[in-house]
């Protein structure tokens, strides 16, 4: 008989970036799969496997898992060991190495969701005679482990990802106190660092395909979610657990309540988890959500949510405030972060919703939304309401217009566009037309420096900067290029000047059944008409054919008959916009927000075809030579 280890270590240090906002306030190891934390499910596993001695390894909200830890009634010794810097699934070790002694042991992710048996690896630790026996998932994750027929690892990195003969590592292995010899000598370091240093001495991991086992990461928001489907539950879950889950109807009804929420009898749920002190209200449907705290209500899609008083700003119990609504009830969901250095969270207060936002005061403009939108609102215009505001911290509450955008709508129903964009362009109309009034008649009016010479040559310079030399090499803008954009910008210049929005495009457009609101209006300046309707009408993000364009072109103009010239200037807009639009993608890309690269394509084409009307032969010529450059750097 292969003895069995007695001691392991518990990799939980981990952020949870991937799993937040669930993990802003609930560490990762403590998240509950199918009403058991994970932390609790790996240390049973190693509790039953023997082992008597464990250690954890914290970083994260260390104190909650302390406390978890302090209120188990644990068959095995278990130390903590506090990582102010997370040192890596190796760096992790060194600290433990007299706690560890001189035997093999269990090292454990604590984020993952598994059912295996031991002996698999203890034959293959005994049969191997190397560093370590570690656990191989040859289906699921990222494949990026290759090895040879008598199951040696001979690659972690593999060149090849996810072909057949890849496999996963999975983050459960046995290990030789022999490993310390191998640690790259830095704090930080991955033990996938550790047996690749042992590989070039030729000491070999020993990777085992456990029949029968069941393995997946539980780390991202998918994959947690994944865990509760019924396939997923019925291999992994513990046969005693799952039998009480049929009985309770859990994994028939695709939602999973933890204990601490309260959710009504007639709440549908698909793929949904609930937990902590989340409350669902009657009649409420969910659909891939994860409540973790707070009151919800109604339908709600891919909603992720932790309670407002979880949620870790500091100026949000002073919104909440505003509205009269409660932190402890109200659910906070991140939507992301978005240009002008500003981030989104939606908030729910049973089937109450809004839109929480805070900014920085790095570009000016972001402090003037609210005064824009009073402003806008006053002319006609469909924004927004803003429901709160605190200047000093530099937060706002905006009435919550939902995820229907203009641009939504077009992917979805494209044969509908110019049923979708005729209201808009006729709004477009009014707020040139009567928020110039509203600016002209408000002597305080704070709007930002008016398009001139300076702002348009900078918005070629950002196209000089970010797409031709960082994204293609070029040295410079061309001087023939250079010479008739500045051209376009002297005519955007000797054009009527009215208030702009700055960036008109589809996905700033919101629709609520048939009504709409314009959003991201905080760039709102003083230009020519035809900038803005461009911005609609040669949108990259979506596609419109030149005789819809002249159609709504002659609608807008119907609404604005004195801004007669922004029609006749389209085209001349058109490159002016498509330029900065194409600078932008490039420095976004740069930055790694890598989604923005599939617009440059359709952006360059649009370049070429406005460019082409215009009779602008060094811009069109230049917007050829792009768009094959870009089409070779996308085969």
């Given at each position: 008989?292969?003895?069995?280890?007695?001691?392991?270590?518990?990799?939980?240090?981990?952020?949870?970036?991937?799993?937040?906002?669930?993990?802003?306030?609930?560490?990762?190891?403590?998240?509950?799969?199918?009403?058991?934390?994970?932390?609790?499910?790996?240390?049973?596993?190693?509790?039953?496997?023997?082992?008597?001695?464990?250690?954890?390894?914290?970083?994260?909200?260390?104190?909650?898992?302390?406390?978890?830890?302090?209120?188990?009634?644990?068959?095995?010794?278990?130390?903590?060991?506090?990582?102010?810097?997370?040192?890596?699934?190796?760096?992790?070790?060194?600290?433990?190495?007299?706690?560890?002694?001189?035997?093999?042991?269990?090292?454990?992710?604590?984020?993952?969701?598994?059912?295996?048996?031991?002996?698999?690896?203890?034959?293959?630790?005994?049969?191997?005679?190397?560093?370590?026996?570690?656990?191989?998932?040859p289906k699921k994750g990222p494949r990026t482990v290759e090895a040879d027929r008598r199951g040696r690892i001979t690659c972690y990195r593999s060149p090849t990802p996810g072909v057949p003969g890849t496999f996963t590592f999975?983050?459960?292995?046995?290990?030789?106190?022999?490993?310390?010899?191998?640690?790259?000598?830095?704090?930080?370091?991955?033990?996938?660092?550790?047996?690749?240093?042992?590989?070039?001495?030729?000491?070999?991991?020993?990777?085992?395909?456990?029949?029968?086992?069941?393995?997946?990461?539980?780390?991202?928001?998918?994959?947690?979610?994944?865990?509760?489907?019924?396939?997923?539950?019925?291999?992994?879950?513990?046969?005693?657990?799952?039998?009480?889950?049929?009985?309770?109807?859990?994994?028939?009804?695709?939602?999973?309540?933890?204990?601490?929420?309260?959710?009504?009898?007639?709440?549908?749920?698909?793929?949904?988890?609930?937990?902590?002190?989340?409350?669902?209200?009657?009649?409420?449907?969910?659909?891939?959500?994860?409540?973790?705290?707070?009151?919800?209500?109604?339908?709600?899609?891919?909603?992720?949510?932790?309670?407002?008083?979880?949620?870790?700003?500091?100026?949000?119990?002073?919104?909440?405030?505003?509205?009269?609504?409660?932190?402890?009830?109200?659910?906070?969901?991140?939507?992301?972060?978005?240009?002008?250095?500003?981030?989104?969270?939606?908030?729910?207060?049973?089937?109450?919703?809004?839109?929480?936002?805070?900014?920085?005061?790095?570009?000016?403009?972001?402090?003037?939304?609210?005064?824009?939108?009073?402003?806008?609102?006053?002319?006609?215009?469909?924004?927004?309401?803003?429901?709160?505001?605190?200047?000093?911290?530099?937060?706002?509450?905006?009435?919550?217009?939902?995820?229907?955008?203009?641009?939504?709508?077009?992917?979805?129903?494209?044969?509908?566009?110019?049923?979708?964009?005729?209201?808009?362009?006729?709004?477009?109309?009014?707020?040139?037309?009567?928020?110039?009034?509203?600016?002209?008649?408000?002597?305080?009016?704070?709007?930002?420096?008016?398009?001139?010479?300076?702002?348009?040559?900078?918005?070629?310079?950002?196209?000089?900067?970010?797409?031709?030399?960082?994204?293609?090499?070029?040295?410079?803008?061309?001087?023939?290029?250079?010479?008739?954009?500045?051209?376009?910008?002297?005519?955007?210049?000797?054009?009527?000047?009215?208030?702009?929005?700055?960036?008109?495009?589809?996905?700033?457009?919101?629709?609520?059944?048939?009504?709409?609101?314009?959003?991201?209006?905080?760039?709102?300046?003083?230009?020519?008409?035809?900038?803005?309707?461009?911005?609609?009408?040669?949108?990259?993000?979506?596609?419109?054919?030149?005789?819809?364009?002249?159609?709504?072109?002659?609608?807008?103009?119907?609404?604005?008959?004195?801004?007669?010239?922004?029609?006749?200037?389209?085209?001349?807009?058109?490159?002016?916009?498509?330029?900065?639009?194409?600078?932008?993608?490039?420095?976004?890309?740069?930055?790694?927000?890598?989604?923005?690269?599939?617009?440059?394509?359709?952006?360059?084409?649009?370049?070429?075809?406005?460019?082409?009307?215009?009779?602008?032969?060094?811009?069109?010529?230049?917007?050829?030579?792009?768009?094959?450059?870009?089409?070779?750097?996308?085969?």
């Amino acid at each position: 008989m292969i003895p069995r280890p007695k001691q392991a270590v518990v990799l939980a240090a981990g952020l949870g970036t991937r799993l937040r906002p669930l993990t802003l306030a609930r560490p990762k190891p403590l998240m509950p799969l199918w009403n058991v934390p994970l932390l609790e499910r790996i240390l049973r596993l190693l509790e039953g496997w023997g082992v008597e001695r464990i250690a954890v390894n914290l970083h994260s909200l260390p104190e909650a898992i302390q406390a978890f830890l302090d209120r188990r009634d644990s068959r095995a010794e278990i130390r903590t060991s506090y990582e102010p810097e997370i040192l890596g699934t190796a760096g992790a070790l060194r600290p433990l190495r007299s706690f560890l002694g001189a035997e093999p042991f269990w090292v454990v992710n604590a984020d993952i969701a598994v059912r295996v048996t031991v002996e698999p690896l203890l034959q293959a630790f005994a049969a191997g005679h190397g560093l370590a026996a570690a656990w191989l998932e040859p289906k699921k994750g990222p494949r990026t482990v290759e090895a040879d027929r008598r199951g040696r690892i001979t690659c972690y990195r593999s060149p090849t990802p996810g072909v057949p003969g890849t496999f996963t590592f999975c983050g459960l292995q046995l290990v030789s106190p022999r490993i310390f010899e191998f640690l790259p000598d830095r704090p930080f370091c991955t033990l996938v660092e550790a047996y690749e240093n042992a590989l070039m001495c030729g000491v070999c991991v020993q990777g085992v395909v456990a029949k029968g086992s069941f393995w997946d990461d539980a780390g991202t928001i998918d994959a947690y979610l994944r865990l509760h489907d019924r396939g997923a539950a019925a291999k992994g879950m513990p046969p005693e657990e799952r039998d009480q889950q049929l009985v309770d109807g859990g994994l028939a009804s695709g939602l999973w309540v933890s204990e601490g929420a309260e959710v009504a009898e007639d709440v549908r749920g698909s793929r949904s988890v609930v937990f902590g002190e989340a409350r669902v209200l009657p009649g409420s449907v969910l659909k891939r959500c994860v409540i973790g705290g707070g009151c919800v209500g109604g339908r709600l899609d891919d909603v992720v949510c932790v309670a407002a008083d979880k949620a870790g700003d500091d100026a949000l119990p002073e919104a909440l405030d505003e509205l009269g609504w409660s932190p402890r009830e109200t659910a906070v969901a991140f939507l992301g972060t978005r240009g002008s250095n500003r981030s989104f969270w939606r908030l729910y207060h049973g089937a109450d919703r809004v839109i929480y936002i805070r900014y920085s005061l790095e570009r000016s403009e972001n402090a003037r939304y609210a005064g824009h939108a009073r402003l806008l609102a006053e002319a006609g215009v469909p924004v927004p309401q803003v429901l709160a505001e605190l200047v000093e911290r530099r937060c706002l509450v905006m009435e919550d217009w939902g995820d229907d955008s203009l641009q939504k709508r077009m992917k979805a129903r494209p044969e509908r566009a110019e049923t979708w964009y005729l209201p808009v362009v006729k709004a477009l109309a009014r707020l040139h037309v009567e928020g110039t009034r509203r600016v002209a008649a408000e002597s305080d009016a704070m709007l930002e420096p008016p398009f001139d010479a300076a702002l348009y040559d900078w918005e070629h310079g950002l196209f000089e900067t970010h797409l031709l030399k960082e994204r293609y090499g070029l040295a410079a803008l061309p001087g023939d290029v250079a010479r008739e954009l500045r051209q376009v910008a002297a005519r955007l210049l000797d054009a009527p000047q009215v208030a702009l929005h700055r960036d008109f495009q589809s996905s700033n457009i919101l629709f609520c059944g048939r009504r709409m609101a314009f959003i991201d209006f905080q760039g709102l300046r003083m230009g020519a008409a035809a900038y803005d309707l461009a911005s609609l009408l040669y949108d990259p993000y979506v596609t419109l054919t030149p005789e819809l364009r002249v159609r709504l072109a002659q609608a807008y103009e119907v609404c604005a008959p004195d801004l007669h010239e922004g029609v006749v200037l389209l085209h001349i807009g058109a490159v002016q916009r498509l330029v900065q639009a194409l600078g932008a993608f490039g420095r976004l890309a740069s930055v790694g927000q890598t989604g923005f690269m599939r617009y440059i394509l359709p952006a360059l084409q649009n370049l070429l075809e406005a460019a082409d009307v215009c009779g602008l032969d060094a811009v069109g010529g230049l917007a050829e030579e792009l768009i094959a450059r870009e089409t070779l750097m996308l085969l």
